[in-house]
């Protein structure tokens, strides 16, 4: 009987010790995947007027050339208020993809450039 018990008490705790080793991983990873991107935050179309409605985007010099990544739509939501009228300087951290011929960035981080 005692040895039943101890045998499922290692068994248990060696699982939860894999579990814990995983999760790490797949937290390591997910941040694995993101970029930075450092530029302009900005309005698509106010600012930019390459939209025609409004969209926070952050415009990034890549290889010499403008390169404008559009904020996920919670991102849009939370931060637009701040740069629809005008533009800042900032380090946006998130992952990337790409929709309709659009890169996309999941915002995970914000932060405006120390002036």
Do not use: P, Q, W
């Amino acid at each position: 009987m005692y040895r039943v018990m101890i045998a499922l008490f290692v068994g248990l705790a060696g699982l939860a010790l894999t579990s814990g080793v995983a999760a790490e991983d797949k937290k390591s990873d997910k941040k694995a995947d993101e970029k930075v991107l450092k530029g302009s935050v900005c309005c698509a179309k106010c600012e930019l007027g390459v939209a025609d409605k409004c969209a926070t985007v952050i415009k990034v010099k890549e290889n010499g050339k403008d390169v404008v990544y559009y904020f996920d739509a919670e991102a849009n939501k939370k931060h637009h208020s701040d740069y629809c009228k005008g533009s800042a300087e900032c380090t946006v951290k998130g992952k990337i993809s790409e929709k309709d011929g659009k890169k996309i960035v999941t915002v995970s981080s914000l932060e405006k450039a120390k002036k």
